[in-house]
Structure formats: structure tokens, C-alpha cells
């Protein structure tokens, strides 16, 4: 499903414009940006929660010519998925 297919079902599941359903659409998306970049998390019951993690730095291998190299610490969105959504996708 892309982004327009998730506005259209919006849009006709809630009985507003495709624009109104974008909006909000958008204006979710932008809020969870803006949530994690400050490094707090948002949880959404029956769907789950949006969080950040702290990897450490590691060592890896460049798999082009073998050598040995440095992966700098980072920080990456995580997503855990809420109780109903794992039942709700088990039933399929």
C-alpha cells in the first residue's frame, strides 16, 4: 500500500476529502519526526509504539575488499508493535 493508497482509504473510511486525509496524514507523520528527534517515544494503543535506540559503535567488514572498518554509533527509529496488532495480523 503506498501513502496515496493509505489517503484514499481514509479519505473513504472517514468520509472526508482525500485532501483533508492527506493533511492529517502528513501531519501525523510530522509529529512522529518531531517526537523522536527529541528522543522521546509515542505509543499508539492497538498499534504500537514508535521509540529510538542507541547502537553502539562496532567493528564490520567492507564486504568489497574485506578489510576490517569502524561502524560509528548511531542512533535509529525503532517500532514495536502492539498486542492487538500482532493478534489482529495472527488471525489473517
Same mark, same amino acid.
Given at each position: 500500500?503506498? !501513502?496515496? @493508497? /493509505?489517503?484514499?482509504?481514509?479519505?473513504?473510511?472517514?468520509?472526508?476529502?482525500?485532501? +483533508?486525509?492527506? /493533511?492529517? /496524514? @502528513?501531519?501525523?507523520? !510530522?509529529?512522529?519526526? @518531531?517526537?523522536?528527534?527529541?528522543? @522521546?517515544?509515542?505509543?499508539? +494503543?492497538? /498499534?504500537?509504539?514508535?521509540?529510538?535506540?542507541?547502537? !553502539?559503535?562496532? !567493528?564490520?567488514?567492507?564486504?568489497?575488499?574485506?578489510?576490517?572498518?569502524?561502524?560509528?554509533?548511531?542512533?535509529?527509529?525503532?517500532? +514495536?508493535?502492539?498486542?492487538?496488532?500482532?493478534? +489482529?495480523?495472527?488471525?489473517?
Amino acid at each position: 500500500m503506498t !501513502k496515496a @493508497d /493509505l489517503v484514499a482509504r481514509i479519505a473513504e473510511d472517514t468520509a472526508i476529502s482525500k485532501k +483533508s486525509a492527506a /493533511l492529517a /496524514l @502528513d501531519a501525523l507523520v !510530522k509529529v512522529i519526526h @518531531d517526537v523522536l528527534k527529541a528522543g @522521546d517515544k509515542i505509543r499508539i +494503543s492497538d /498499534l504500537g509504539t514508535f521509540s529510538v535506540v542507541k547502537r !553502539k559503535a562496532r !567493528k564490520g567488514v567492507n564486504p568489497r575488499t574485506g578489510k576490517p572498518l569502524k561502524i560509528p554509533a548511531t542512533t535509529a527509529p525503532k517500532f +514495536s508493535a502492539a498486542k492487538a496488532l500482532k493478534d +489482529s495480523v495472527k488471525k489473517k
